[in-house]
Structure formats: structure tokens, C-alpha cells
């Protein structure tokens, strides 16, 4: 992903076991912590983010280089 800084509320897509998936970011990790079932490795230099997915409503926790913005609308709400 070019543009590594993701909001909360940014809608995402990544890719899981051969297919797409869609979401919402929902946290910005800055820490390490527990999340999705694991512990995640974030620093504020190299933040994580918990999505949750459309389909399943399950979370995940990527870095910013998993996952790509998904539509339009995050464009329109990043120029208001």
C-alpha cells in the first residue's frame, strides 16, 4: 500500500487464504497488546491495524502494507 496512513473507519481490503476480503479499520495499534485471538507487535513507527471483516464480522490485525484502501468514499472523506 503507497499511502500507509489508515483511519479509523477507512474501508480496507487484504488478501486471506486466496481470496479478498473487505472491512472496516476499527483500531490503530501503536503498542503491543493482545488482538484478534494474538499478540500483536505495533510501536508507533510501525502501528498495526484491527479490521473487522464485512463477511464474517471476525477480526484481524494487519501492518499497512496488507491491506489497500476499498472505496471511493474513503478518498471523498479524506477532502472534507
Known amino acids: 500500500m503507497e ?3 489508515l483511519r479509523v473507519g477507512d474501508e ?4 486471506s487464504h486466496g481470496s479478498t476480503v473487505t472491512g472496516v ?3 490503530i495499534l501503536t503498542a503491543d497488546t493482545e488482538a484478534a485471538g494474538r499478540t500483536v507487535r505495533a510501536s508507533e513507527d510501525d502501528p498495526q491495524y484491527r479490521v473487522r471483516s464485512d463477511n464474517s464480522g471476525s477480526d484481524a490485525v494487519h501492518k499497512a502494507g496488507a491491506l489497500r484502501r476499498h472505496s471511493k468514499r474513503n478518498a471523498d472523506r ?3
Open 12 to 15: 480496507v481490503e487484504w488478501n
Open 3 to 5: 499511502e500507509k496512513e
Open 25 to 27: 479499520v476499527e483500531e
Open 78 to 80: 479524506r477532502n472534507t
